[in-house]
């Protein structure tokens, strides 16, 4: 670092002492800061950008999946209606099974309520 800092400031070598200057080891360290600063400023605003458009995907995201949401309930509930109306349907062509208490011993009943006769 004290080339670089000789070589930046074309200071003179050191006092007979073996120190810089107290003015010019000043300016070496805030040059080096403000170079310092300068990059850390750059980074924040790439990460400050980058962010930005994370903050953007996560919302179209969140959108997609309120909207797909929204899509499945709806279908959920039409699907729901579908099948009530098909139930009640069937229910009103489906033959009525008489009760097994009141069966002819001669006559077979099925589950599906068709009548076979022996």
């Known amino acids: 670092m004290v080339q670089t ?8 070598p050191p006092h ?10 000043m300016a070496a360290v805030e ?9 850390l400023l750059h980074s924040l605003d790439g990460i400050g950008g980058r962010l930005s458009q994370l ?3 996560c919302y179209k995201l969140e959108r997609s999946i309120g909207e797909l ?5 709806d279908y959920h509930s039409e699907s729901t ?17 008489p009760s097994p208490c009141i069966l002819d011993p001669g006559v ?6 068709v009548l076979l006769v022996c």
């Open 108 to 113: 077979h009943h099925l589950a599906s309520g």
């Open 55 to 57: 903050e953007l995907y």
């Open 69 to 73: 949401r929204s899509d499945v309930m």
């Open 81 to 97: 209606t579908n099948f009530r109306c098909i139930d009640k349907n069937l229910g009103q062509v489906r033959p009525r099974v």
């Open 31 to 39: 040059e080096c800061m403000r170079k310092q600063a300068d990059a």
């Open 5 to 12: 800092f000789v070589a930046a400031y074309a200071q003179p």
């Open 16 to 25: 007979q002492d073996g120190f810089y200057p107290k003015e010019a080891v």
